[in-house]
């Protein structure tokens, strides 16, 4: 059986080993489990300088089309380059607790960056290569980000915000970027040589601040999500039981078509794959449905996330499935959305013998609930069950306290203290943290049922989230940029169902005097929101109105607004 090694600068921390033994149901395991919380835990020590010291040569990642023709990067080489990294920010100033932009896709870049920024006791900020102007603009801004990675795919996006920075000192290019030296910029690789291959990794406490994600709400700008170190050890529980099915061997490889600057690609597989010493897949290309059969073949995939809309991508590229041997894969996992009985069926057949599971989270809170075949049935249409470890229940939206009947609708929350999953609090934004925590819960703002197993089903969101692709779209930040278009009077945006991404935005534009409704006005609004936030936020399907419903206060009615593309 494969097992990780017990290190003295990562003792084994036996509760994330469940699955080396045997239970008898997913009951004994859960009443089993109980969190292990080191005093000290830095998650740079234990998914890269561990493995460096007893397995040096073991693969970290493994790159589709790598650039630098090398595909194949081990423990030992993340390492050094990490090392090198650190001493170099260091050299620049950058110390404890200072905020590291990453805005790198799935390139070795991306984990050499936030291994260097945790190495110092720094917070890494990922940031989607997706965002326009506004979008990176807001984060990097917001975050104080002193240093940032920047790929050669943002990299214009960067410079065209690079001047509102104050705080921003060090970028660094990844690619094929010819740095502005004049403007502080230095190239990756070459910025790394003559710094020393060493460094000793900072002693954190599990409390200390790892990451700052942004996730969007209904109302006011982009959230920052902080997260302690702690946050990797509150994943591990699901990843064991959700994403492996309750089994490693040594021929694992695992991949995830979600941005390594996303929870789900980062916070969800890449981390978890490497605390346990498996190789992750990394590729940049834009996905494709057509694409994922020779890919799993190439690499003998065996576990991989992806969202309900790559599904049926896939599905629709399913002649493919047959000219590949997709034999290796052993577990699915999925989330964002729901998967359908369509999807599951399709996997079934497809992926014979593969384990199909759902899971459920949120970027405040993730790997809290899902399936486990091997431990307990799925049951069609619910997501699954509590990760060992957690707590959930259905809480009165207005109280916020759990007193809602099992299989009554009610919010869906989790337990807070004490659980090293839920993030800390908002950045700078104490109210909404206040209101997002009640009670010792947190509160999930989406709306389900418990069943009297516990099997958890989700009915609907609280709120006007948009989740289009598996990515939470803020409606409001659609709404603020279209408004800085000269033709935009006023605008309102909601989700509508798309049959590919499940949801997507849809924009109704009351114009302002002098413009007229056009289909070229209409590409061009859409275009101006692409250039703006992250490629995914722009209005797939824009209406014009003549007059947006409001309430007595000026907010607008989007229920009226759904009401009408209903119609």
Sequence with gaps: MYTVPDTAIAPKLEAYHFHEQDWEDYDQLYEAFEWEIPDEFNVATYTCDRWAEVAPDRPALLIRDDPHDQGEYTFGELQRAANQLANLLESRGVERGDRIGVNVPQKPEAVVGHLAAWKLGAVSVPLSTLFGTDGLRYRLDDSGAVACLVDESTVDVYRSVADDLDELETVLTVGDVEPREDDGELEFWDA??????????????????????????????????????????????????????????????????????????????????????????????????????????????????????????MMQEDELAAQHDVSTVRTITSGGESLGGTIVDWVEETFAGADIHEGYGQTEANMVVGGCAPLFPMRRGKIGRAAPGQEIAILDPETAEPTVETGEVGEIGFKYEGNPTCFKEYWNKPRKTENKIRNGWLRTEDLGTLDEDGYLEFVSRKDDVIISSGYRIGPEEIEDSLSGHDAVADVGVIGVEDEQRGEVPKAFVQLADGYEPSDELAEELQQYVKDRLAKYEYPRRLEFIDQLPTTATGKIRRADLQTRHDE
């Design 192 to 313: 790394l040589n003559g710094h020393p291959e060493s460094f000793d990794t900072v002693a954190t406490d599990p409390d200390d601040d790892l990451t700052i994600f942004y996730t969007s709400g209904t109302t006011g700008n982009p959230k920052g999500v902080r997260h302690a170190h702690r946050m990797l050890l509150g994943h591990l529980p699901l990843f064991a039981s959700w994403f492996v099915s309750m089994e490693m061997t040594e021929d694992d490889v695992y991949w995830t078509p979600a941005s390594w600057t996303w929870m789900g690609g980062l916070g969800c597989v890449l981390l978890p794959a490497l605390f346990y010493g498996m190789p992750t897949v990394g590729w940049t290309k834009q996905f494709e449905g057509a694409d994922v059969f020779g890919l799993i073949e190439e690499f003998s995939i065996t576990n991989f996330w992806i969202p309900p809309t790559a599904l049926r991508m």
